[in-house]
Every structure is written in C-alpha cells, then in structure tokens.
C-alpha cells in the first residue's frame, strides 16, 4: 500500500523507519520530510496544515493510509476534513479528530476532561486577560514554586516553573501579553508537582487500547535538569523505575478512564494519546499533560523497542481488531541523545555542515533538523538537529553507546547532554 507521514522532525524519521519495515507498505511518501526520510521514502514539498493540496496528493498517487506525525494538523483538524470530504473519508488517517486533539491543543480543555473523569492531575485555575487581576492575586496567594502553562500550542515551550511570586506575575503577564502569541491567550496555573515524569503512550481506537513501551525524556536544556524547556534534550525507555506495579495503578486509574472518558464525551480518537505522569515522592501518580501524538524524542526510543508490524497496529484501529492483534516488544532497552544547535532554545545559527555521521556504529541516527545544499552537503536547519538512538539488554550500556556516537558526529556550536539518564 501508498502510506503518506506527514511531518519532518526526528518523531518522523523514527515512524518512516519502522513504516518502511511493513509488509504493507509498498512506497512511502513524507511531506515534507527531511534529508533522513529521503532515504526511505519520497519527500514532498507540501505543506502539512494544506489540507486542500494534501487531500489531491492522496488521490493522485492512490495512497490508502496518511499518518500524522506532528500535532498542529490533528489540532487543526485534518481527520475531520478528511472524514468530511465525499472524495477522502474511506482514506484512514491516524490521529485523533479534532475535538479529541484538544487534550493536547488546549490545556484548559484537557484539565477539565481529568476533572470531569476523575483522572488524577494537579490543582489548577485558568485566567485570560480579562481576569488578569484575578490571576495576579491568585499567583500572591499561591504556595512556591508556581507552574504556568499557555493554554495553547508552544512548540513544547509554555510551561514555566517560577521559584518567587514577583517572577510569576511577571511571567504571567508576558505570556497572556503575547510571549508565546496565541498560545497564551488563556493562562493555566497549576499547583507544583514534586516527582519523576515519564511517558506513557496507547494506541487505541476510542474503545481498546494497547500500551506501547513507556519512556523518560529530558526537557530541560541544562545538565542536571538545569535551564529553559527544550523540546527535548534526550529519553530512555524503559524508565527502570516504573515497574509492573506502577504501570497497573496508571492503568486502572489513568489509562482505563481517559478511554471511557473519550467514549463517554463521544471523542473520536484513532491514534495515539501521549500520556505525561509525575510520579510523585508521596508515592502517588498524577498527569501532568496529554498529547494527541508521539513524543519527540520518545518515538526514538519506543518505536525500535516495538517488534510487530507498525502499519499492523494502525490498521487494527480502523479494523476493529486492536483487541486481537498481538504487540510485541523487545526486552532490549532504547536511549537517544540530541544534538543541538549552539544557542538553542533560544537564539541558534544554522547551516552549519555537518560531518563524520558515516563514523556512528551500533546506533540509529534519526534527522531532526538537517537540510542539504545543493552539492548535497548536510546542513544543520533547526534547534533539534540529530537523534542518536542505541538499543542494548542494559540501559546504561545502551547510553554509553549512544553518548559515544554523539560524540563522533561534527557541526560548528554541537550542544549535547551527557547526563541523560542521571537521575535513575
């Protein structure tokens, strides 16, 4: 079969590189892809929020599957136009609809879904310019830290954790002011959480659910979790410190009741709920935020730890039969180490050349933010630039590989953690 991925970040390359590995899939296009999926598939240059164009491109090349890597379409609603559309609705799309990407397209929303399901999360309160003063009194009367969190889409950089109140307020005004534009139109304030986070992801189909491998990513920019938020500095799955015992509570209490909550509400969801847990030093489990797709950099980490048919397990959502369909994943553990670009997450240089990826051995390298010129030297594009993934029977051995390896590849201002792991 036509599969079409939609995306071009490491997530995207981690999914073309299990794609490719189906039965099913017979040619691959990535729109628009980067210099890694062009390997694997065909890229092509359109834009993945024009719904319009995509939809002609699925007609015109006969693809039979479309795959969103990213969440701006699921959150702009590209399973809905499908779904909508006389000529695209018998074309599976994998996401959630639009609705359903709301748990992650806006914090206020997804909140009141936990409170609404009695899904444990932090206590919070949402404000907007129009209760500015509320929010500024609310913040004066609150217990420190104070965690703020634009309501909107950030790019995996609206959450602020503020030590002192003056830095709250100021914080709170800058982002409903237009820090993060639109995004923080509406402001959540929550209570601080004290704990570990990890990842859990479920495929489900809106009715059964499969768990895939748990994961434990590092957000901020500094070693010893030190500096601003980052899309992601690096993840280990398995964490090895969620153990069966936890993974039952988080099922029973979290998992079991945001699939009944979404048949309750009458949420469509095909896809992937991305679950984000603190577990706390009392002992307890709470959410600290869902996702409507795969993380980045855990789809590094959790797709090579997955053993059967990706293009299987997607097509069970549509067939009704995720019940029946075995998943199978390896007992190896998985780590990845990102490189990048001196400066990120604020101001970075690109096109920086890139060398010496043909020295990695025993680990994966997925793109994440690479370009070529026109000679067909790699560039560097983004902040995020490459993943450098190694699987391994022990954990740590599997870091020291991949810290190994990130250690070989060259570009002008390389930025790496090389503690990821530090804290298990």
């Known amino acids: 079969m036509h599969i079409l991925l939609l995306g071009s970040g490491g997530r995207e390359h981690a999914f073309a590189h299990k794609l490719i590995q189906s039965k099913h899939c017979t040619q691959l296009y990535i729109a628009p892809g980067n210099p890694g999926t062009a390997s694997l598939g065909k890229n092509i240059s359109v834009s993945i929020n024009d719904f319009e164009a995509l939809g002609q491109f699925v007609l015109q090349n006969n693809v039979e599957l479309v795959v969103v890597g990213p969440e701006a379409p699921l959150v702009n609603g590209i399973y809905d136009f499908f779904l909508n559309n006389d000529a695209l609705k018998h074309i599976p799309v994998f996401g959630p609809s639009q609705i359903g990407a709301q748990l992650e397209g806006s914090k206020a929303f997804s909140k009141a879904f936990m409170l609404r399901n009695n899904i444990p999360t932090a206590a919070y309160a949402e404000f907007t310019t129009s209760t500015l003063d509320e929010g500024l009194t609310y913040i004066k009367n609150h217990t420190l830290p104070i965690v703020l969190k634009a309501d909107g889409l950030a790019a995996g950089k609206g959450v602020v954790i503020c030590s002192n109140i003056t830095e709250a307020q100021v914080e709170f005004k800058e982002m409903l002011g237009g820090k993060f534009g639109n995004a923080g139109n509406k402001v959540v304030i ?196 490459l993943a450098v993934t190694a699987l391994h029977e022990n954990w740590k051995t599997a870091l020291s590989i991949s810290n190994q390896n990130a250690a070989k590849i060259q570009f002008e201002g390389k930025y790496y953690r090389r503690d990821i792991g530090f804290d298990l």
């Open 190 to 385: 929550e209570e601080f959480m004290d704990g570990i986070e990890f990842s859990v992801f479920v495929l489900t189909d809106g009715v059964d659910y499969k768990i895939l491998p748990t994961a434990k990513d590092y957000k901020r920019i500094g070693e010893g979790d030190t500096g601003l938020n980052t899309g992601g500095m690096g993840a280990v799955s398995p964490p090895p410190f969620v153990t069966n015992e936890i993974m039952q509570v988080v099922e029973q209490t979290i998992i079991k009741p945001t699939i009944q909550g979404l048949q309750k509400e009458n949420i469509t969801y095909k896809g992937i709920v991305y679950i984000g847990l603190m577990y706390l030093k009392t002992g307890e489990l709470k959410v600290v935020e869902y996702n409507c797709r795969m993380g980045d950099p855990e789809t590094e980490v959790v797709f090579p730890r997955i053993e059967s048919d990706l293009v299987d397990l997607i097509l069970s959502v549509f067939n009704h039969q995720l019940s029946t369909v075995e998943l199978k994943i390896s007992n190896k553990a998985a780590t990845t180490i990102i490189l990048a670009s001196g400066g990120y997450p604020e101001n970075y240089e690109h096109g920086k050349l890139i060398s010496d990826i043909e020295e990695v051995t025993d680990a994966l390298v997925f793109h994440c933010g690479t370009k070529q010129n026109e000679q067909g030297a790699l560039l560097t594009s983004g902040g995020r630039v």
